[in-house]
């Protein structure tokens, strides 16, 4: 009896020391490293680590040197890495309902409540086996940077520089278009390549655009998505009190992401319009036919890349 008795407890021990190992993750992000959009990932990393010490750690394994960015979404799926910091646009292969982040007219807080976020949420299970943990970056409008000047909102003979992001927008109004990574841009516009390129308002300034930028055409339109994803099967595999650490961290770093952009939205376009760049803006006709546009050709985009959930979301996401 006894010894049946220590027994048990020595596989309780041993099963409680198990459980209780400190946990490591891998995290990668999409965007250059110390750059705008790898900020606040590199800050939820390092609250994590503060917070979690004995508990859970994160190694930083960097950016677009250790992984090109379009890559990203296939490593998270396969637990090449366990967490990404990357946006919808780069994985769109594997989860092209993704690229609607871009389109939200309302804020995660409210997204969280009125179901979008769950609807999204059960797709990053099913298609990219990911649990979405937090959008970093919200309320950052994207642009169109030219050099070359326009007086209308048409593209017609320009070459531009894109993402998903910007794909169907752009040809919308006449454009050709040309997908790159980030870490192109600059030789595409250096070798006139390109005649201008999509990129929000922020982080211009990261990769010295500003040196071959003359244009910033106004308004911006829809809004940057960056967030943070875990592998579902590591995310599996975290005790609760590990995942605490992770959903504090994320919680924090979601309700920050709008006040912190508003701040810099603004920084950014002082400093463009310091740096020289100048705005394009249309009358009042023009700008309305590029905003809505832009929120035209996007969710048909979206609804024809996925019919069976490009309409729901856009209940969930549109004003
Ligand atoms: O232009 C891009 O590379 C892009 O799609 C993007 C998305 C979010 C933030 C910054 C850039």
Same mark, same amino acid.
């Given at each position: ?15 409680? #020391?198990?459980?209780? +190992?400190?946990? #490591? ?56 890495? &366990? ?15 993704? &690229?609607?982040?871009?389109?939200? *007219?309302?804020? $995660? ?8 976020? %769950? ?8 298609? $990219? ?8 970056? %919200?309320?950052?409008?994207? #642009? ?9 909102? &048409? ?15 752009? +040809? ?33 300034? &990261? ?13 911006? =339109? ?17 005790? %609760? ?19 912190? =952009? ?10 463009? *319009? ?21 929120? +035209? ?23």
């Amino acid at each position: 009896m006894i010894r049946v008795l220590a027994f048990g407890l020595a596989t309780a021990l041993a099963a409680g #020391h198990a459980s209780a +190992q400190e946990a #490591h993750l891998r995290g990668v992000t999409a965007f250059a490293e110390k750059t705008t959009y790898s900020r606040g990932f590199e800050k939820f990393i390092e609250r994590v680590n503060a917070a979690g010490k004995g508990v859970i750690q994160i190694t930083y394994v960097g950016g677009p040197k250790a992984m090109p960015p379009f890559e990203v979404g296939n490593a998270l799926k396969n637990g090449v890495v &366990d967490l990404a910091n990357a946006t919808g646009a780069f994985y769109t292969n594997l989860m092209p309902e993704a &690229d609607a982040w871009k389109l939200t *007219q309302k804020p $995660m807080a409210e997204l969280r409540r009125n179901g979008g976020f %769950d609807y999204m949420a059960k797709l990053y299970e099913q298609k $990219m086996n990911a649990i979405f943990l937090a959008r970093l970056v %919200d309320n950052n409008p994207f #642009h169109l940077y030219l050099n070359k000047k326009i007086a209308s909102p &048409d593209l017609t003979g320009l070459k531009l520089r894109i993402t998903p992001v910007y794909r169907d927008f752009f +040809q919308a109004l006449g454009g050709t278009v040309v997908q790159t990574a980030p870490g192109e841009v600059y030789t595409a516009l250096e070798r006139g390549v390109v005649d201008g390129y999509g990129w929000p308002i922020t982080g211009v300034f &990261d990769l010295g655009w500003n040196e071959r930028t003359k244009y910033r055409v106004d308004p911006g =339109f829809y809004t940057a998505e960056v967030s943070i994803l875990i592998n579902k099967t590591a995310w599996d595999k975290l005790t %609760d009190a590990q995942k605490a650490v992770l959903q504090k961290a994320a919680a924090e770093a979601e309700a920050e992401a709008v006040p912190e =952009f508003t701040r810099e939205n603004a920084a950014d376009t002082e400093r463009q *319009q310091k740096a020289g760049i100048e705005t394009i803006k249309f009358d009042d006709a023009g700008t309305k036919k590029y905003v809505d546009t832009a929120y +035209q050709a996007g969710w048909a985009g979206v609804i024809r890349q996925s019919p069976e959930h490009g309409p729901k979301l856009r209940t969930f996401f549109s004003k």
